[in-house]
T-cell receptor, first 115, second 113 residues
Framework: GAVVSQHPSWVICKSGTSVKIECRSL??????MFWYRQFPKKSLMLMAT?????????EQGVEKDKFLINHASLTLSTLTVTSAHPEDSSFYIC???????????FGDGTRLSIL | DQQVKQNSPSLSVQEGRISILNCDYT??????FLWYKKYPAEGPTFLIS?????DKNEDGRFTVFLNKSAKHLSLHIVPSQPGDSAVYFC????????????FGAGTILRVKS
């Protein structure tokens, strides 16, 4: 149980393109979903917290107009990297949690490469 | 300001022996702790958690110990298997942080056969 699916797993696109990443909880309802970014040899950096039906809460230093998050249902959240540039190239990972003091379950991540 | 620290970047253990991964935290408001395992190019996999009201939690080969006075937790894997080779992240959470996870930097575990 507790499977989180993230799609796509790898994206290569040109600078200026917008890229949408989907995160789905397959066998549970996720009241909260989280989006992380991981730089090489670094830990996971939380970008934003998303609750179903409400606006996402962004961490300090994360541009909300750059990283658009939509959490339209209890099983789906999307992250759109708008007008992506090479510095946005990274590994993006989502997680989903069923309730407070429940573990977060992670997707397999999306490797984004902007040329 | 690292609130969750994993001071050993790597650990090498012989197959069949015990692996002990350590984690220290600075904020006494954390009340829920988790360990995740991560392979390259994959998302972290939840292993085991412990609430601050307990000092030990066991699940198969994995045991997590929590020492609140020392603000220290450890993950014991016994017996260690080659498939356990991965990066292990310690994470802490608390109501003060909106129950978001604060991760350590990770420890690379290599289990040699």
């Amino acid at each position: 149980g507790a499977v989180v699916s993230q799609h796509p797993s790898w994206v290569i696109c040109k600078s200026g393109t917008s890229v949408k990443i989907e995160c789905r909880s397959l066998d549970f309802q996720a009241t909260t979903m989280f989006w992380y970014r991981q730089f090489p040899k670094k830990s996971l950096m939380l970008m934003a917290t998303s609750n179903e039906g409400s606006k996402a809460t962004y961490e300090q230093g994360v541009e909300k107009d750059k990283f658009l998050i939509n959490h339209a249902s209890l099983t789906l959240s999307t992250l759109t990297v708008t007008s992506a540039h090479p510095e946005d190239s990274s590994f993006y990972i989502c997680s989903a949690r069923q309730g407070l003091n429940q573990p977060q379950h992670f997707g397999d991540g999306t490797r984004l490469s902007i040329l | 300001d690292q609130q969750v620290k994993q001071n050993s970047p790597s650990l090498s253990v012989q197959e069949g022996r015990i692996s002990i991964l350590n984690c220290d935290y600075t904020n006494s408001m954390f009340d829920y702790f988790l360990w995740y395992k991560k392979y390259p190019a994959e998302g972290p996999t939840f292993l085991i958690s412990i609430s601050s009201i307990k000092d030990k939690n066991e699940d198969g080969r994995f045991t997590v110990f929590l020492n609140k006075s020392a603000k220290h937790l450890s993950l014991h894997i016994v017996p260690s298997q080659p498939g356990d080779s991965a990066v292990y992240f310690c994470a802490a959470s608390g109501i003060e942080y909106g129950n978001k996870l604060v991760f350590g930097a990770g420890t690379i575990l290599r289990v040699k056969s």
